[in-house]
């Protein structure tokens, strides 16, 4: 899937215009021309002022993915009883790591950068009363607890776990404790967290602000910028505003893999696009 998208430059945020396609949002069909050289860029002047800084952070929201239910821990068939207690991590990320603590071979698809998880958490085999707490690893542990358990009862309830994201604790990103008892837990995830890929960048390349799921900028020429990700998005739609001037348009492609191009130009009375370094802001939908 090729996606594009284009929008109008933005006076006030209430007044941007958004390009779907290859149609403009208020006249005719639009003609966007490659980037050309910096001899051919538009003067400067009123209305042609890239932006020097952003006003403030790209809006960052949390996405939430289901997935099917799958089996990251089962304590019966790998790494044994949860002592009473006893802080245990666990791996939930990637795939490795899973068989040792009696979950699916090769891990269920959460990706590196999930905040959180969605779960089901069953404790079996408890020998007497007690209660779960559940944290990201090397965070305090919270005064709080997931869930009860209860003497010779199997007990399932659907906590959402927060993950850790420091590399320190990238592998193991998830400890619980069971407190007053010994048991067997079970842990089966069904979606997680993870933070929408967006930023702000200066004209420069630089950028402002933005998510942890972008890893690089590189300004490849005017009014051209690349943006490297941590995950295929070749099958999302890229949305960019431009910011700084009355007659500032953008456009991204996600053609690809993790590669985000990002086109900023400018238009002349005549109807011709010219490519001009711009700050723009920038979030990905998938």
């Not at 403009?24 to 400067?44: D, F, Q």
């Not at 269920?108 to 707490?133: E, H, R, W």
Request: glycine letters at 14%.
């Amino acid at each position: 899937m090729k996606s594009w998208i284009r929008t109008g430059a933005i006076a006030a945020l209430t007044a941007s215009a958004v390009l779907l396609g290859f149609t403009a949002a208020s006249a005719g069909p639009m003609t966007i021309t490659p980037p050309t050289p910096a001899a051919h860029r538009a003067p400067a002047g009123p209305g042609h002022q890239a932006a020097s800084m952003v006003a403030g952070p790209a809006r960052s929201e949390t996405l939430v993915v289901p997935i099917n239910p799958c089996r990251i821990v089962d304590t019966r068939r790998g790494g044994g009883v949860m002592a009473s207690n006893a802080a245990r991590s666990f791996y939930v990320t990637g795939t490795a790591g899973f068989v040792g603590q009696g979950g699916t071979g090769g891990g269920c698809g959460v990706p590196g950068a999930a905040t959180g998880i969605a779960t089901n958490v069953t404790t079996v085999g408890t020998l007497t009363d007690g209660y779960l707490t559940g944290y990201p690893t090397g965070s305090a542990e919270p005064g709080t607890n997931f869930m009860t358990s209860h003497a010779n009862v199997t007990t399932t309830v659907n906590p959402t776990l927060a993950l850790a994201t420091a590399a320190a604790s990238a592998e193991t990103p998830l400890t619980v404790v069971s407190h007053g008892s010994t048991t067997h837990l079970i842990i089966d995830v069904t979606g997680y967290d993870i933070p929408q890929i967006s930023g702000a960048w200066l004209q420069s390349g630089v950028q402002s602000f933005g998510t942890s799921r972008i890893l690089s900028t590189v300004h490849t020429g005017p009014g051209t910028y690349t943006v490297t990700v941590d995950s295929d998005v070749s099958t999302c739609v890229p949305i960019v505003n431009a910011f700084g001037g009355h007659n500032l348009y953008g456009e991204a492609n996600t053609f690809s893999g993790n590669v985000i191009t990002v086109y900023m130009w400018t238009m002349t009375s005549g109807g011709t696009s010219l490519p001009a370094d711009a700050a723009f802001y920038l979030k990905v939908d998938c």
